[in-house]
């Protein structure tokens, strides 16, 4: 019972949040919204007993995701009131049809899962920190460096991006300036 | 509480993992040096990144050995696959990045090869790739696709030209959108299987039947979506002309094949099963799709004006002619799938590489964009030979045999032939006779018209060196040359790819 | 006497060869003599093969090499001179000699004078495959030859817009016919497996009378063409805007009568298929009459002298739809030697009136043209079948044969046009030699030909007035090959009919002399009444029927090929092509909007994707729950 | 009333949906991001829930991987954003229309 | 030597052309016309070592290119082939002796030397992807000819000639594909000879179908209506070289391959489409014909007579007996070489006047008489004037289709009348009458090169028009063969009552009796 009335509750807010984020006209509001809709997510995380997900997604999102968006908002001036030009009323009916279908077929045709047989399954008796830890190194020891990498690459993409004089072209200045440039560099 | 877990360190299988491991090495090495000694001149990170290519493409060649040996190898956890789609997706890859790193000693100076970093994402995106292709864990599939899309997404940024820019955030946020299709198409098949590996989802569900099958469905349809995007079919598409307008041609060249070749062979483990299932929507979709694409993007290359635009659209529209293997889903179908890009990868890269060299800083007086018709009209009289090599590559493109392309072509109608697609080889007949026009479009202007800018021919060559010129090259003999290659290369590709069984 | 076969054959060849190589120069006159000289010796040559014919009566075969050889079919080169062939060739020789040498002196003035000879030379050889072959296909080489030279010669003087469009509707309409014969040609090789005429003609006896019947219909219908017989007989009145000496050699002597040659080369055929004959006597019958029906009002002396070919022409159909091959042959014969003279004593008329063709303005050319006169009157006078003339033995003959078959109508009609031949023939006569001097008029000056000219139409002459003592020798000679009898009628009818018919030849040359030979007539202006009569106009405009083919043949056709081109084919099936290249490049250009540039829209694009799988799925999915399947 | 695996997976696509509205209505790209946020948000649910009903593994590690994903497509975007905001000074996407047809 | 002289022949010319990009301008031609005049020697004594007695492929030589795929590099040659390389190597030399001023005079060698590659390919090739890609290849050549020296819609024709004949090619190697397909299937191996798949028989179905895919690629090429419309465009554009080879060799490879794999690969399908072609045959003959007449340039005229003999040539393709094929096949050699002067003699009127309008001339006989004398003889060459090249050919072709049907010959026949009427009409507009325009009055006659290109035409005209026979005889032995093995493989009823058997000794009885047919 209790499970029940978490879940209704923490789905009427997350709802409720990501709405707000998509139709909202202030960028704050947005933020806001999405910083909300992301920690009540990581209640359902808590929910099903995924406390190691939960929490990631608190300091992953919360923490860094949204202090990036923050930082983000704060650089491109978007704090007052977002105008958004809407072409038409496409959308709308684009995304009820969607909504429509996807909603009829999800409730419609229950899945069939009484024959799924768990290849990792949870072990009984150990937490759930445990249980990642254990298969985030054996099984899915390779997506992890993957992931390490993919970070990497984030962090080397954003550096060169944000931080490396992209906004001036190499291309178009002259061999000249150039020399003058790497000089001044060497010498300060 | 926590019973020790003991792995066998020889069933990590570990050399699965050397081709990955290398290019990643190289990369670190190259922020390593530029941490160390910054400043250093281009051409080092290029022999540097050649060199862990090389490497690279020998311990594939290793792998490659085992395989034909002992057959499908797996390793890492079971999560690493060697097969021969994974073996020859990864030689195409490793292949064409050693044909375009070289192109980045241009003659002029462009912003990104100023940028150790390029370097070093270029490697981390080929690894990226090559993990796309060498597992059936879609997992890690999912993160290798991110990790070579998060790098390229940069690498077209760094071109650093307001159109590049333009580019890469049309791409980027496509891609976050395509990653959310994945990811959901991802989560229906897990809900109804329980497992993220391929062979695995494939086994339950041929187990119960397919007794969810309209579920089955939805999954599908996220993940056909997520490829769609990947192997931009239309109407995911869209941001393919974008991106190879704003990248610049080389990159675009690269773009062409790259990616493509390892959304390709994912597409192939993912769709086959499926399609031997004989599941009657999947085959309408993807016939849908093939027809449409091939047809559609060929009707928009007709009308560029922009010869890096055409092409970009004559690309989709060979993706989607490439499609059709998936479709028909033999063994013939998909040696021939690999067999056409490895062509396609000589001659659409070598034609991308002479727009490459015919590249200016600025944009030429009175020209709307870098590659326009105009730009190339009478080359033929200013600079004879470049005009030839474009011709033929061209002509290649177009399918006229002897050619590189041709070869591909004939062997993939050959496949359709073969398992009863009568009307889609048609369709794909009569396609590269709409797309002969705008490859002729080119010849047309390059040998018939007189010449609107540059008298002296000098433009056509501004940007080739050394570098630039063998590769181009190397892709015109090869485009030439092929039919002395395609034997060998059709006997070897048949043999991984059955071995692998598709 | 191979040897004077293939001197006969090639000797017209080789003038003709070695005046084309003097075609681009001016006027050289030894290229008329060699060419004459070469043409004497062809008629020489075959004058020894005619000594040969008639003394052992042996025909000479000879095969000079393959010329296709395919599958079953086998064509030679193969050449025969029987007693058909070398009188046909005695005729060719002897005519075109005389031309050849009349023709240096005719076409003295000409520009075109060494062309002129290559021309007729080039004639004269296909008229000799023509008539020597001994098999069809080589007679259909003679036969296209012959429709070529025709052209060439016709339209000789190319400068003249009329003269141009007469050869080539003389060459079209040869054309025609020639396919007529084409298919008669294929119809026999498909039959009887060969094309020679003895291989052929051993075959017609075991083929089914319908077969043989289209063999004969289809081969008849070749010689229709080059015969000139309706319908297709509008070109050879044209074909006078040639050279005179042309008009004598081809549109007399020896081209047109080429039908008549076939008809008789196939009597084999024709004799198991009577009742084509009798059509092709029929229709000769009427051509005769038709055709001399015309030749009483025409004005142009060339067209006169050519209706009368076209009608005797008939009379030889006639007669060899009757059966009497050889009679035919004979008029044949006959008729090249009289009609030749008569056309060149034309072409010396001309000469003389500066060209001028319309008799009406002549008059009274007797004085200064006696010996032209001579000529004129004898031939007319074997024309109309006057006793002892040439006509009269080869025409009667013909109508003892009508009559002798009891063929009375044909009879009839021949009878009369006989008569209408004497009119006409006379008219000819008193009009240009007769009657008032009105070509003083015209200020024209008058003079008879060159001596050498008038020397060199002399052969004709005799042909004209002697050949009727040769009928029963050629007789002998040919019945053999053809099959033929003599007709005998009672001996007092004959003679009753003998006498009718000089009777009423007789009255009709008087008639024509009284109504043509005074000195009222004047150059008409249109305004008499006979000119306004329907019957007059009739037959001045040729039945209506020039104006007819051009009006709904020729025009039509030429709208039509107009209408082809520029609607059936660059306006349909051009447009078609066009169309379907336009429709995908408009598509293209019109749906390239699709890629807007806005990213919002290339986002919805992705979502739409997406929604029309998800609803396929759907759709599907629901499908298969709900089929039970 | 017990909430089942179904509840889960609703939720989600609802979840999914309002991300994909926010993908298309969205025209300043920041917001837009946040829209694909939501996207992988909604799957991670699901992923979780099913991990869970099943008691496997597996889901809690792609939703794992996920987070990680969207953590490294923030830094690129964002990236992305601050360069194109440097040299036009806006980040509505309307303005980035320079290359169609 | 005479093992490899057909590779020889191929790529000699290719090799020159390559060569020749290090050629001075000012002596290229004359490298030109030796590499041509080698080249047609080399055909010459391939001629001669040819052995007219045997029936089957000759100088064949095999060299595996993708045995997987069951390509091989084989070449041969028969009597049907062997006179159309020597043609036109020929046709190449001739065309380079008598080019004119042209501008890049070099390009236009090293063109037309690839181009002798081409069309020796095709001819040779006894593989079909071979053929195919000789066949594609050649049209790189043609298009570069039309699209750079051609006349003010240049680009548009030569696109049109391109696509178009693309367009139709590949609808062929589809076929190509499925015939190679059918042959794994039933021989377990893929092969792409041509010889082996003579020995496959399909059945019915599945010839009519792959019938109609080669068809469309040759019907584009030849052309036949409807799909002829490229051809005047091609034609009026081209400069005169261009269209010389174009009508003397590039649409005789539309008609040698319905002879090469049409009719022995589905000799049911050839015997069931033989109606249905026979009417478009006859179409293109009276059709064309008289658009031909309508036409106002005279170099369209001969464009449109080009049509309306490949109809005849068609025609003769397709009465499926060796009277009628061997006609055909004869009549491609004559058509080449009478089409091929024409083009060049109205190129010679082109470079004087730089105009093609019959209105701007008129009385060219006058000041032109050689020129109208040899015009005069190719003409009436082309009308099919017996001791003529083409009435060889088309007198076998109509005779063989007679056998067929008579309505159809004799409506294919009237192809005498209105070619004749359209030549000539045309040859009087041209060449008749006063000289009324100026510009005629002092043009030069035809000149010693111009001769010199034309000249050995009209003895080969007439020569073989007088005796065929030392090439009529090769051809009777390949076509006879072909034959045979058409009868043999025949399995339906019409096919075997249509396709005459050789072996019997010949019945001359009609099938029919002809009153029905012609009522």
């Given at each position: ?76 001036d ?37 024959n ?12 759930n ?60 | ?36 000694k ?74 990104e ?9 270029f490697?981390f ?15 890690l ?19 650093n ?22 990811a ?33 469905l ?51 483990r993912?769709?086959?099963f ?56 033999t ?50 009289k ?87 010129r ?33 | 006497m191979?040897?004077y ?29 060699v ?11 075959s004058?020894?093969?005619l ?157 089914p ?20 017989q ?86 030889m ?14 008029h ?35 004085k ?27 025409k ?14 044909i ?50 002459l ?99 090929s ?7 084919d ?20 019109k ?15 992705m ?19 709900y089929s039970?399947? | ?5 179904n ?5 989600s ?21 946040f ?67 | ?12 010319p290719?090799?020159a ?8 301008k ?27 007695n ?21 070449l ?31 390009y ?30 050649s ?12 006349g ?15 367009a ?54 030849v ?21 010389v ?32 072609i ?13 658009v ?26 397709f ?14 050699l ?16 082109y ?114 028009g ?36 050789l ?17």
């Open positions: 019972m209790f499970e029940a009335v978490a879940f209704y509750l923490f789905a009427f807010l997350t709802i409720t949040m990501f709405i707000i984020t998509v139709t909202t006209s202030q960028a704050l509001y947005a933020l806001t919204a999405l910083a909300a809709g992301m920690i009540f997510i990581s209640a359902f995380f808590f929910i099903l007993g995924a406390d190691f997900l939960g929490a990631i997604q608190i300091i992953v999102y919360t923490g860094a995701v949204m202090a990036l968006y923050a930082f983000g908002m704060m650089f491109f978007t704090t007052r009131s977002v105008k958004e030009k809407q072409g038409n009323k496409f959308i709308i009916t684009g995304l009820s049809t969607l909504a429509a279908v996807l909603v009829v077929l999800i409730v419609g045709a229950p899945m069939v899962s009484n799924i047989v768990a290849l990792y399954p949870t072990i009984d008796g150990m937490g920190v445990q249980n990642v830890g254990l298969i985030l190194f054996t099984k899915y020891l390779v997506p992890f460096e993957l992931a390490a990498v993919m970070l990497l690459v984030a962090m080397v993409a954003g550096i060169v991006l944000a931080g490396k004089k992209m906004d001036r072209s190499i291309t178009l200045t002259n061999d000249a300036e150039l020399e003058i440039e790497k000089n001044k560099k060497v010498l300060s | 509480m926590l019973a020790p877990v003991n792995i066998p360190f020889e069933s990590l299988n570990l050399m699965t993992l050397a081709p990955m491991l290398i290019p990643i090495i190289g990369a670190l090495l190259i922020l390593v040096i530029d941490v160390v910054g400043g250093l001149d281009k051409s080092l990170y290029v022999v540097l990144a050649l060199l862990f290519l090389v490497m690279d493409f020998f311990s594939l060649l290793g792998n490659a050995g085992l395989f034909s040996h002992d057959g499908t190898i797996m390793g890492m956890f079971d999560v690493m696959l060697i097969d021969g789609l994974a073996l020859l997706g990864q030689f195409i890859i490793v292949g064409a990045s050693m044909l375009f790193i070289p192109l980045s000693l241009t003659h002029k100076r462009f912003h090869f100023s940028y150790p970093e390029f370097f070093a994402l490697l995106m080929i690894a990226g790739f090559q993990f796309m292709v060498a597992t059936d864990n879609i997992i599939v999912f993160v290798g696709l991110e990790t070579s899309s998060l790098a390229l997404y940069t690498l077209i940024a760094m071109h030209r307001d159109k590049s820019f333009e580019a890469a955030i049309k791409y980027f946020t496509m891609g976050a959108l395509a990653a959310g299709f994945f959901f198409g991802a989560m229906i098949l897990y809900a109804l299987t329980g497992s993220v590996e391929i062979n695995k989802i494939a086994l339950v569900l041929a187990s119960n039947g397919y007794s969810d099958i309209g579920y089955v939805v999954g599908v349809a996220f993940m056909l979506a997520a490829f769609a995007f990947k192997l931009s079919l239309i109407p995911f598409h869209t941001w393919a002309p974008d991106v190879y307008e704003g990248a610049s041609a080389a990159m675009a060249g690269y773009m062409s094949i790259v990616p493509k070749i390892a959304a390709f062979v994912v597409a192939m993912f769709f086959e499926l399609i031997h299932s004989h599941i009657v929507w999947l085959e309408v979709v993807l016939y849908a799709f093939v027809v449409i694409t091939m047809t559609a993007s060929n009707m928009w290359a007709l009308v560029q004006t922009d010869v890096k635009r055409m092409l970009a659209y004559s690309s989709i529209s060979h993706a989607g002619f490439v499609m059709a293997a998936i479709l028909i889903g063994t013939q179908a998909n040696s021939a799938l690999f067999l056409y890009w490895i062509l396609f990868s000589f001659t659409n890269l070598g034609s991308f590489s002479m727009l490459w060299i015919s590249r200016q800083k600025n944009l030429i007086d009175g020209q709307s964009s870098d590659h326009s018709y105009d730009k190339f009209a009478g080359m033929i200013t600079s004879p030979v470049a005009a030839l090599i474009m011709g033929l590559f061209m002509l290649s493109l177009a399918g006229v045999p002897p050619f590189a392309l041709f070869w591909g072509k004939l062997y993939m109608i050959s496949s359709a032939v073969s398992s009863g697609y009568t009307i889609l080889a048609l369709i794909m007949a009569l396609n590269s006779a709409i797309a002969g026009y705008y490859y002729l479009k080119l010849i047309v202007y390059m040998f018939m018209k007189e010449p609107v800018v540059g008298v002296d021919g000098e433009i056509y060559v501004a940007n080739a060196t050394l570098a630039l063998t590769i181009i090259g190397i892709a015109a003999v090869a485009t030439i040359f092929a039919f002395v290659a395609i034997n060998p290369l059709l006997e070897f590709i048949t043999a991984f790819v059955s071995k692998s069984g598709y | 191979e040897k076969l293939y001197i006969a054959l090639f000797a017209p060849l080789v003038s003709s060869l070695f005046s084309l190589l003097f075609t681009a120069t001016p006027k050289k006159l030894f290229t008329g003599i060419a004459s000289l070469l043409i004497i010796t062809s008629l020489i040559s004058s020894i093969l000594t040969h014919i008639l003394e052992t009566g042996e025909p000479i075969h000879v095969t000079m090499m393959t010329w296709m050889q395919t599958g079953g079919l086998y064509i030679p080169f193969g050449f025969l001179v029987d007693q058909v062939s070398v009188t046909m060739m005695m005729v060719v020789t002897l005519v075109s000699s005389v031309v050849h040498v009349y023709a240096i002196g005719y076409m003295d003035h000409d520009k075109g004078f060494n062309r002129f000879f290559a021309w007729l030379s080039a004639f004269v050889f296909s008229m000799m495959i023509l008539v020597m072959s001994d098999n069809y296909a080589g007679l259909f080489i003679g036969w296209e030859g012959v429709g070529l030279c025709s052209w060439g010669l016709i339209g000789f003087w190319f400068h003249k817009e009329s003269a141009t469009w007469a050869a080539n509707e003389a060459f079209i309409m040869n054309r025609i016919a020639d396919l007529g014969m084409l298919i008669g040609l294929f119809l026999i090789y498909w039959n009887t497996g060969t094309l020679q005429y003895d291989g052929a003609f051993a075959a017609f006896h075991q083929l009378t319908a077969t043989l019947t289209w063999i004969g219909i289809f081969l008849f219908i070749g010689a229709m063409g080059k015969s000139a309706f319908p297709l007989h509008t070109w050879l009145a044209d074909a006078m805007e040639g050279p005179t000496p042309v008009s004598a050699l081809i549109h007399a002597a020896t081209m047109v009568t080429a039908g008549v040659y076939l008809v008789i080369r196939s009597h084999e055929l024709y004799s198991l298929i009577p009742h084509v004959g009798l059509f092709i006597a029929s229709l000769g019958t009427f051509v005769a009459l038709f055709a001399a029906s015309m030749a009483l009002v025409n004005r142009d002396m060339k067209r006169v002298i050519a209706y009368s070919t076209l009608s005797q022409l008939g009379y159909f006639a007669a060899a739809g009757l059966g009497a091959y050889w009679v035919a042959l004979f044949l014969m006959a008729h090249a030697g009289f009609k030749a003279l008569l056309f060149l004593g034309a072409g010396n008329v001309m000469h003389a009136m500066k060209d001028e063709l319309d008799p009406f303005k002549m008059g009274g050319l007797k200064v043209m006696k010996w032209t006169w001579i000529m004129m009157v004898i031939g007319s006078l074997a024309l109309a079948g006057v006793i002892p003339f040439a006509g009269f033995f080869s009667d003959t013909i109508l003892e044969a009508a009559y002798s078959g009891n063929h009375m109508v009879y009839g009609v021949l009878l009369f046009t006989a008569g209408l031949t004497a009119f006409y023939s006379f008219r000819l006569v008193a009009l240009i030699f007769h009657g008032e001097e009105r070509y003083k008029l015209f200020g024209v000056h008058p003079h008879e030909a060159y001596r050498f000219m008038l020397v060199a139409m002399s052969p004709l005799l042909v004209a007035i002697v050949v009727g003592i040769l009928q029963t020798p050629f007789f002998d000679m040919v019945e053999e090959v053809l099959n033929g009898h003599e007709y005998h009628i009672e001996h007092t009818l004959a003679l009753i009919m003998l006498v009718g018919t000089q009777l009423f030849v007789g009255l009709a040359i008087l008639y024509a002399y009284v109504k043509y030979a005074n000195s009222k007539i004047k150059v008409p202006d249109g305004t008499s009444k006979i000119e306004n009569s329907f019957a007059y106009k009739l037959l001045i405009n040729q039945y209506y029927i020039p104006y007819a083919y051009e009006e709904y043949i020729v025009k039509p056709y030429r709208e039509l107009e209408f082809f081109w520029q609607k059936i660059v306006k349909v099936v051009d447009a078609t092509v066009d169309g379907i290249a336009s429709i995908i490049y408009n598509t293209g250009e749906t390239r909007d699709m890629q807007s540039g806005n990213l919002s829209t290339m986002l919805r694009w979502v739409v994707g997406l929604i029309i799988l998800l609803s396929l799925a759907v759709i599907f999915g629901f499908t298969v729950k039970g399947v | 009333m017990e909430i089942g695996l509840h889960y997976l609703v939720l696509t609802i979840l999914f949906a309002i991300g994909l509205v926010g993908v298309m209505r969205r025209k300043n790209l920041l917001l837009l991001f829209a694909t946020e939501i996207l992988l948000n909604a799957v991670n649910i699901a992923f979780a829930a099913i991990s869970h009903y099943y008691g496997d593994m597996t889901g809690q590690m792609f939703a794992f991987f996920i987070i990680a994903v969207a953590a490294s497509e923030v830094a690129v975007g964002l990236g992305l954003l601050i360069v194109w905001y440097k040299r036009h000074g806006s980040i509505d996407l309307d303005v980035l229309t320079t290359m169609k047809g | 030597m005479l093992d490899h002289i057909l590779s020889i022949l191929i790529f000699f290719a090799l052309a390559v060569f020749g990009f290090m050629i001075q000012e002596s290229m031609r004359t490298y030109g016309v030796a590499v041509a005049l080698i080249e047609f020697v080399l055909s010459l004594v391939l001629w001669y070592a040819f052995d007219n045997v029936s089957g492929m000759q100088f064949v030589e095999n060299i595996p290119l993708i045995p997987a795929f069951g390509i091989n590099y084989s041969g040659i028969d009597g049907i082939s062997l006179f159309i390389i020597i043609l036109s190597a020929f046709f190449t030399f001739l065309g380079i002796v008598s080019l004119t001023d042209t501008p890049k005079v070099k236009m060698i090293i063109t037309l030397l690839f181009l002798q590659m081409t069309m020796a390919g095709v001819f040779a090739a006894l593989d079909a992807i071979v053929f195919y890609t000789f066949w594609e290849l049209l790189v050549p043609m298009l570069y000819i039309i699209g750079a020296w051609g003010p819609l240049r680009i548009y024709a030569s696109i049109k000639f391109f696509l178009y004949t693309f139709g090619s590949l609808v062929m190697l589809v076929g190509m594909l499925f015939m190679a397909y059918f042959y794994h299937q039933a021989a377990g191996v893929w092969s792409f000879s041509i010889l082996d798949w003579y020995r496959l028989v399909l059945p019915e179905n599945f010839q009519l179908w792959l019938f109609v895919a080669f068809f469309i690629g040759f019907a584009i090429k052309p036949m209506f409807p799909f002829h419309t490229w051809l005047p465009y091609a034609h009026g554009q081209a400069p005169t070289i261009g269209s080879i174009l009508a003397a060799i590039l649409l005789k490879m539309g008609t040698y391959a319905f002879v090469r794999f049409s009719l022995p690969l589905f000799p049911d399908a050839a015997a069931y489409f033989m109606i249905p026979a009417i478009l045959a006859v179409i293109m003959i009276i059709y064309t014909s008289m031909a007449y309508a036409q106002k340039d005279i170099k369209q005229v001969v464009a449109y007579s080009s049509i309306a003999h490949m109809g005849v040539i068609i025609l003769g393709t009465a499926l007996n060796v009277e009628g094929v061997s006609g055909s096949i004869f009549l491609m004559g058509h080449g070489v009478v089409a091929g002067g024409l083009f060049m003699l109205v190129g010679v009127i470079d004087r006047r730089h105009t093609k309008l019959m209105s701007e001339f008129g009385g060219l006989a006058h000041v032109m008489p050689r020129y109208a004398t040899i015009f005069g003889i190719m003409m009436m060459a082309s009308v099919g004037l017996p001791l003529t090249i083409n009435f060889v050919g088309e007198f076998l072709s109509l005779l063989g289709f007679y056998q067929q049907s008579h309505i159809l010959t004799l409506l294919a026949g009237t192809g005498i009348i209105v070619g004749a009427i359209y030549m000539l009409a045309a040859y009087k507009k041209a060449f008749f009458g006063e000289v009324t325009n100026e510009a005629n009055k002092n043009l030069p006659d035809i000149n010693k090169k111009e001769l010199f290109g034309i000249i050995p035409l009209v003895i080969v005209a007439i020569w073989l007088v005796y065929p026979k030392p090439v009529l005889g090769p051809i009777n032995n390949s076509v006879t063969s072909i034959i045979k093995l058409m009868h043999a493989k025949a399995t339906t009823e019409l096919a075997k009552e249509r396709i005459p058997d072996t019997k000794p010949r019945v001359f009885l009609m099938k029919k009796t002809i009153n029905k047919e012609v009522n």
